[in-house]
Nanobody
Framework: QVQLVESGGGLVQAGGSLRLSCTAS????????MGWFRQAPGKEREFVAA???????TYYTESVKGRFTISRGGGNMVYLEMPNLKPEDTAVYYC??????????????????WGQGTQVTVSL
């Protein structure tokens, strides 16, 4: 069983930055592809970014490519650096884990475990 806990969300003005963190309670963190998804009110959950098991490969949705950065850290951590935030980035952000080495995985159904989400609100 994998437990994921996100933190770091909040309210920022457009152009501001946030760093989301996800802590994974799992014995073999390296067995999992990790991803970030987001869901805005009234919209489907959408893929944001993914990172492979050893951090050597990353993949982003077009709207955040070149702006957001996903990374893995020590202590079973995954991060999402979000500079230059825009109002359209407002959503609940979820951390997700997928067992196995297949990469990338961009659909929510391919992930096995989910965190509870953290709210990101970007104001004008």
């Amino acid at each position: 069983q994998v437990q994921l806990v996100e933190s770091g969300g909040g309210l920022v003005q457009a152009g501001g930055s946030l760093r989301l963190s996800c802590t994974a309670s799992v014995r073999t963190f390296g067995d999992y592809t990790m991803g970030w998804f987001r869901q805005a009110p009234g919209k489907e959950r959408e893929f944001v970014a993914a990172i492979n098991w050893d951090g050597t490969s990353t993949y982003y949705t077009e709207s955040v490519k070149g702006r957001f950065t996903i990374s893995r850290g020590g202590g079973n951590m995954v991060y999402l650096e979000m500079p230059n935030l825009k109002p359209e980035d407002t959503a609940v952000y979820y951390c997700a884990a997928r067992g196995g080495m297949t990469f990338p995985a961009v659909t929510a159904s391919r992930y096995d475990y989910w965190g509870q989400g953290t709210q990101v609100t970007v104001s004008l």
